[in-house]
């Protein structure tokens, strides 16, 4: 099966479902990647000094080392404005990610939750528009994509300082990925490519609490009980 995760920014895919990606590559998918943007307008470039092209360029860089060390099956970086998604005609974003998604050609694409764990709003419009790119293809007749999941979060909300983490209820979870103790060697050094976002990554402990297990949500199925893969039931 090829997979597209589709995320804003750089790192959402390391922070988020690395584990999960490592091992759904270790199953034999594929797995593709789509960042909408460079995560040029993050705070780290007043730290090192650089403008936000430059911010831009070092994170995409940043991302070829993910790319590299997760195997990926390939990547695409676009350019979008970063942190100003909800600022864009969405009917261009819907373009640009349905130009992609024809491009590939993919079985499955994974976005955030509706609540973009974090609340972001570049997150939330994410959700808000590949749902919608999703259920237009459906509409005309598409044989591609044929599901759509929701990377998410399940248990309590985390109000942990300047970080709040949303979860979905555990009867929202269509899915849960286990993942092995190669997948999470995988996914720390997925974080170890962001060199220039350390600070962060160490501030939220994300490599302390982040589990083997990585919940989704599968959207508009009739999901009676939990999909042995992310492609069950879509497999001849």
Avoid: W
């Avoid at 470039?45 to 360029?57: A, T």
């Avoid at 599901?147 to 909300?157: P, Q, S």
């Amino acid at each position: 099966m090829r997979l597209l995760y589709i995320f804003p920014h750089p790192d959402d895919e390391s922070f988020g479902p690395a584990p999960a990606i490592s091992a759904q590559l270790r199953q034999g998918h594929e797995v593709f990647l789509l960042t909408l943007t460079k995560g040029e307008a993050t705070k780290q470039r007043f730290r090192l000094g650089v403008d936000k092209q430059e911010m831009g360029e070092i994170r995409y860089r940043e991302m070829q080392c993910v790319e590299k060390t997760l195997g990926l099956s390939g990547m695409t970086v676009l350019d979008l404005p970063d942190g100003k998604l909800k600022n864009m005609n969405p009917i261009e974003i819907e373009q640009a990610i349905e130009e992609q998604i024809h491009k590939l050609k993919p079985d499955i694409i994974i976005t955030y939750a509706v609540h973009g764990i974090s609340g972001f709003h570049d997150h939330l419009v994410s959700h808000a528009i590949i749902k919608r790119v999703f259920c237009k293809m459906k509409q005309e007749g598409s044989s591609y994509p044929e599901r759509l999941a929701f990377f998410t979060r399940m248990g309590e909300v985390v109000k942990d300082g300047k970080f709040r983490l949303e979860a979905s209820d555990e009867d929202e979870i269509d899915y849960i990925e286990v993942c092995s103790n190669e997948d999470m060697a995988q996914f720390k050094k997925a974080l170890d490519c962001y060199e220039t976002y350390q600070e962060v990554i160490e501030a939220s402990r994300v490599k302390e609490v982040t589990t083997n297990e990585v919940p989704f949500e599968i959207f508009g199925e009739e999901i009676s009980k939990p999909l042995k893969s992310i492609s069950d039931g879509l497999e001849n």
